[in-house]
């Protein structure tokens, strides 16, 4: 079965995004250009994320009227986004809307996924309902050399070290990579 993996920039204070929902923080550390392309993203099937990522990214490739970049950020990989509203789609794009819990549509994104990984995008509380569903295997933070004091919370949900264990930590530049499984709620 397909791995469900967590992948995301923060804070040191824990923050994926400003209150303006910016990234802004992030781009301006020194060698962050850098850094990007020494990290090695999941090599996912599908990727998922909740509609503030989703129009951050649309808004940041200007996906909409030049949905060649959304092709090139994402080619045939599905997107499903989580949301209630009705939100554009770049023209060509396999973005497939969500309206209704994590455990409800695991079924259909395992499916698009098949045997390869889904990538939990962002946010982090969409990251949190997947853990609450048992459907959280991995947990990965670029750590910038920002505090933010406020703003989007990288995981708003208590997670005892008794269900994460380090896989592998390492420095990029300025920034420090942490990898953690999740272990499953012992019964």
Avoid: C
């Avoid at 850098?34 to 990727?47: G, K, N, S, T």
């Avoid at 509203?85 to 098949?114: C, E, K, S």
């Amino acid at each position: 079965m397909a791995r469900i993996r967590y992948d995301t920039a923060t804070t040191l204070d824990g923050r994926i995004a400003d209150p303006a929902n910016s990234l802004a923080w992030l781009f301006s550390v020194p060698g962050s250009s850098d850094a990007e392309q020494q990290v090695e993203l999941p090599d996912a099937a599908v990727q998922v994320m909740g509609s503030t990522t989703y129009l951050w990214v649309l808004d940041e490739l200007a996906a909409l009227e030049h949905p060649e970049k959304w092709a090139a950020s994402f080619a045939a990989t599905p997107v499903f986004v989580f949301t209630r509203r009705d939100l554009p789609t770049p023209a060509g794009a396999d973005v497939r809307f969500v309206n209704a819990a994590v455990a409800d549509a695991l079924p259909a994104i395992r499916a698009a996924a098949g045997d390869g990984d889904i990538w939990v995008v962002g946010g982090g509380d969409l990251a949190g309902q997947f853990l609450d569903a048992g459907a959280l295997d991995e947990i990965a933070v670029t750590i910038a050399p920002v505090t933010l004091g406020d703003g989007a919370p990288l995981f708003p949900r208590r997670l005892e070290s008794d269900r994460l264990h380090l896989v592998e930590s390492h420095a990029v530049g300025q920034f420090v990579r942490a990898v953690y499984g999740v272990r499953a709620v012992q019964s």
